[in-house]
T-cell receptor, first 111, second 111 residues
Framework: NAGVTQTPKFQVLKTGQSMTLQCAQDMNHEYMSWYRQDPGMGLRLIHYSVGAGITDQGEVPNGYNVSRSTTEDFPLRLLSAAPSQTSVYFC??????????FGSGTRLTVV | RKEVEQDPGPFNVPEGATVAFNCTYSNSASQSFFWYRQDCRKEPKLLMSVYSSGNEDGRFTAQLNRASQYISLLIRDSKLSDSATYLCVVNMNTGFQKLVFGTGTRLLVSP
């Protein structure tokens, strides 16, 4: 099992550009989430999904879209990148009652 | 009041020492709890779940105090490799069973 695979690992964007962060898991987990981590602020939930076709907003959803067409994949789309979106992004998946397995993260810089 | 609070530290301890971290949570209906470890510039990794009766995994002991709404992590015989940030995670037991992360406690173990 590969676990949770995130791509790319690093990305630099110009303000206004769009891009998609990819996330895939091979553990057949129901729940998947995207977090961003900024210094001193901990992990903040962007969007989450409780199954294929079902997504919802977390605490910081503005500027991001998600979709979940399959159990395995949960891409995060930045619509129009802003410097405030410079962060480390983690995708995570879990079964219903257990803890998360995280991907290795994407370090995004918006200039 | 924050949903999950941790002392950010750092806790500086010598090798071989015993160190304990506490984490308080606000939602008395929370049902499941976890400790994660995060190394610098890496993803969080599940260290252990926390059970009502307390549980131990080698040098690590986790305890839950529902009356006072806190969980604790005790590390005995600290190793240099234990240096990391320890994240407390609480399942808020809402419809999505939202997992809320504390901002972490940093541990530095010195020779």
């Amino acid at each position: 099992n590969a676990g949770v695979t995130q791509t790319p690992k690093f990305q630099v964007l110009k303000t206004g550009q769009s891009m998609t962060l990819q996330c895939a898991q091979d553990m057949n987990h129901e729940y998947m989430s995207w977090y961003r981590q900024d210094p001193g602020m901990g992990l903040r939930l962007i969007h989450y999904s409780v199954g294929a076709g079902i997504t919802d907003q977390g605490e910081v959803p503005n500027g991001y879209n998600v979709s979940r067409s399959t159990t395995e994949d949960f891409p995060l789309r930045l619509l129009s990148a802003a410097p405030s979106q410079t962060s480390v992004y983690f995708c995570a998946s879990r079964p219903r009652d257990l803890g998360y397995t995280f991907g290795s993260g994407t370090r995004l810089t918006v200039v | 009041r924050k949903e999950v609070e941790q002392d950010p530290g750092p806790f500086n301890v010598p090798e071989g020492a015993t160190v304990a971290f506490n984490c308080t949570y606000s939602n008395s209906a929370s049902q499941s709890f976890f400790w994660y470890r995060q190394d610098c510039r890496k993803e969080p990794k599940l260290l252990m779940s926390v059970y009502s009766s307390g549980n131990e995994d080698g040098r690590f002991t986790a305890q839950l105090n529902r009356a006072s709404q806190y969980i604790s992590l005790l590390i005995r015989d600290s190793k240099l490799s234990d240096s990391a940030t320890y994240l407390c995670v609480v399942n808020m037991n809402t419809g999505f069973q939202k997992l809320v992360f504390g901002t972490g406690t940093r541990l530095l173990v010195s020779p």
